[in-house]
């Protein structure tokens, strides 16, 4: 008799602990989550015979999709498939896999993308109503790949799935630190594999002009440092990532953040002019002048331009973090503002947008901005892009504006992945009416570059981005955080055949540190360690500039470190159920940590570069001797003395400072051991 097992979308108030614990087999890795599974008896057993046919739509967008996807099936089982290529609306009497489409999906906003997934022991189909929603079923099917003793199989199942939000996008700053094509197309490929369908192309900003721009050359000839992208790779990107369902949203930022604009054309300048490229970061004054008609004229040759190159419907203006001093400095600007009855730099900052909008509108565009757009009198087909926070974005959507949420997912704030997970662009305890939320499209990943670089990216947009990609495709009940990271692992693996090095480049980074030389004992050390928070990095004693390196042991690290999170974990198990596993096991990890610096200072003297972190490698042995003391007595039942308790404070105390910019994360839990000690 078949087993029925399905998520409900509505009406449970903790569907996500039932997902963990009864829906789905524990070794059946889907992420995102499907919006409802049945689980079938038996399993279609894949062999070399395996072949895809495409019935009922002449796509060869999704031809092509299929090609690459039955590609990975190869590379990942070793079976020597013998189909080449697969090919629009062929007759193939014999695949035992058949993909039936209705009509080719269009890149834009709320086009359908969900699908019908069904595996029975003969055979494998799956339905869309476009090639869009049968590409992010072909991913799903990747996922369902298992293997046993006889070989590989995809187990018996039906997936009806659907998209949560229309908007599910990652941002990428390429203005701050330049991104090669390759590292775009590497990104992509991530992208569609966890069903993401918005690439945001963060192109200008203080530092650099990324674009080729024939009407005004100098934005990239003069503000690029020879690092932009030419028209052809332009147009070469989005063609890849149409191939992969994925709009792309280029950003041009105006006013503000607009030193590169100003550098090189100086007659846009409200009053700073930059004397040469920008390279520090933060904050900056220098903005477009809003009471000359050239700045218009500048701007509407620029957009027509960039529109011709550029076929989505939405252009990103940003529009944020005006400081105004630029404006309040220039005499011309402030009698501009009374003649038009302007009593501030917001009715300024509006007027400047409702110019820019009709200049886009006229090119066939319409405007997506940060939050600081969001000003009286402007259209209702504008998109606020929510940097700030939910509340934004929320009263924008009761007042008819749509939107999509990038606050809670700033991912280079290195923050857990739990933390992002739990955001909502329509939280659950959101007090919109329906009718509003439907103005919430989603949200977007962002990944601004003042901290990375070509070799160091992947590793911040991944794995975290992944459980972001779930909250946007997956039903809002689906919020199990433990069972969110072991899907998240997995996964994470799988992308490394998408050529992303989020994974790979960590042990060549932590080599070149040690100038080759063992890195094992490194690899402890940085294993159990993050990354400063927020913007920290920026009032720790290093000025950091777009030339400096960015190559130590803080770019290295991972954003969430998992060894960490696993002991703090077993921690939590061991002191709330005396789980005496538990305790075994972080008594080992204890133990490694306690032993580790010894034998890594000999590294640190030979790497000057390490020198940063050898006192908190010694502070971490100290801890993890302090915890394993506080099991000690916890396991003979004793109180330690009050000098005992003093110096493991103190070590405590010492552990929470960070050093060379990184944070020791096992120190919460030893501190959890030694009060629980202490309070016997």
């Not at 279609?44 to 019935?55: G, H, P």
């Not at 192309?201 to 932009?228: I, M, T």
């Not at 933390?419 to 977007?444: A, M, Q, R, V």
């Not at 720790?540 to 960015?550: E, N, W």
Request: hydrophobic share 40%; aromatic share 10%; proline share 5%.
């Amino acid at each position: 008799m078949k087993k029925v097992l399905s998520i409900v979308l509505l009406g449970l108030l903790s569907v996500g602990a039932l997902w963990a614990e009864n829906v789905l087999p524990a070794d059946m890795i889907l992420m995102p989550v499907p919006a409802q599974v049945k689980i079938g008896d038996g399993q279609f057993r894949l062999d070399v015979k395996f072949s895809v046919a495409v019935n009922g739509l002449d796509s060869e967008r999704l031809a092509r999709y299929a090609t690459r996807v039955l590609r990975r099936l190869s590379g990942r089982t070793g079976l020597f498939f013998p189909q080449d290529y697969i090919y629009a609306n062929s007759v193939n009497d014999t695949a035992r896999f058949i993909i039936n489409v209705k009509r080719t999906g269009q890149l834009i906003v709320n086009e359908d993308e969900s699908y019908k997934l069904t595996i029975t022991p003969e055979k494998v189909e799956l339905q869309a109503e476009t090639d869009l929603g049968a590409m992010r079923g072909l991913e799903t099917l990747l996922q369902l790949l298992k293997a046993d003793a006889n070989g590989y199989y995809f187990p018996a199942v039906q997936i009806d799935d659907v998209p949560r939000f229309t908007w599910r996008g990652l941002m990428i700053d390429v203005s701050r630190h330049f991104m090669p094509v390759e590292v775009i197309k590497r990104n992509l490929d991530g992208m569609a594999a966890v069903k993401m369908n918005v690439f945001h192309w963060h192109l200008a900003d203080n530092q650099g002009f990324r674009v080729e721009c024939k009407s005004w050359p100098k934005l990239y000839e003069k503000s690029s440092d020879g690092l932009y992208y030419t028209q052809a790779q332009i147009k070469e990107i989005i063609a890849y990532a149409a191939e992969r369902g994925i709009r792309v949203v280029p950003e041009f930022d105006v006013p503000a953040h607009a030193s590169a604009w100003i550098f090189a054309y100086p007659e846009l300048s409200s009053w700073t002019t930059p004397t040469k490229v920008e390279r520090n970061w933060g904050v900056l004054d220098p903005t477009l002048n809003p009471a000359k008609d050239f700045t218009y004229q500048f701007l509407d040759a620029f957009f027509m331009e960039m529109a011709a190159l550029f076929p989505d419907e939405y252009m990103h203006i940003g529009g944020d973090e005006n400081t105004g001093n630029d404006w309040n400095a220039n005499p011309e600007i402030q009698a501009f503002m009374k003649k038009n009855k302007l009593k501030d730099n917001h009715e300024l900052h509006r007027y400047f947008n409702q110019r820019v909008l009709k200049i886009l509108t006229k090119h066939g565009k319409k405007m997506i901005g940060w939050d600081e757009i969001f000003q009286p009198g402007l259209s209702k087909d504008i998109v606020i892009h929510s940097w700030r926070g939910y509340q934004y974005l929320a009263e924008s959507a009761q007042k008819g504006y749509m939107g999509i949420l990038s606050n809670g997912y700033y991912i280079d704030l290195i923050q857990p992945a739990e933390y992002h997970y739990l955001n909502d662009p329509i939280p659950p305890d959101s007090k919109l009416s329906d009718t509003d939320k439907k103005f919430i499209l989603g949200g977007e990943a962002t990944s601004w570059a003042e901290l990375v670089t070509y070799e160091t990216v992947d590793s911040r947009i991944w794995p975290r981005t992944i459980a972001i990609a779930e909250r946007f495709w997956s039903p809002q009940s689906v919020r199990d955080i433990d069972d969110m990271y072991r899907r998240m692992d997995v996964v994470s693996h799988q992308m490394e055949e998408l050529e992303l090095t989020h994974i790979k480049n960590y042990d060549m980074m932590l080599r070149r540190l040690t100038n080759n030389q063992d890195i094992t004992n490194l690899k402890i050390f940085a294993d159990i360690v993050e990354p400063v928070k927020i913007y920290d990095r920026h009032f720790q004693g290093k000025k950091y500039t777009s030339y400096s390196p960015y190559t130590r042991l803080v770019d290295a690290a991972r954003p969430e470190s998992m060894i960490a999170r696993r002991f703090n974990k077993l921690v939590a198990q061991y002191l709330d159920n005396h789980d005496e596993q538990a305790c075994v096991d972080l008594v080992g990890m204890l133990k490694i940590w306690q032993a580790n610096h010894a034998a890594l200072m000999p590294v640190i003297n030979h790497s000057p570069i390490l020198q940063e972190i050898a006192g908190l490698s010694e502070t971490s042995a100290h801890l993890a001797q302090s915890g394993l003391e506080a099991v000690s007595y916890l396991q003979n039942k004793t109180k330690p003395d009050a000098s005992w308790s003093a110096r493991a404070d103190e070590i405590t105390k010492a552990a929470k400072q960070p050093a060379g910019q990184v944070e020791l994360m096992i120190t919460p839990a030893v501190e959890k051991l030694i009060q629980a000690a202490q309070n016997q």
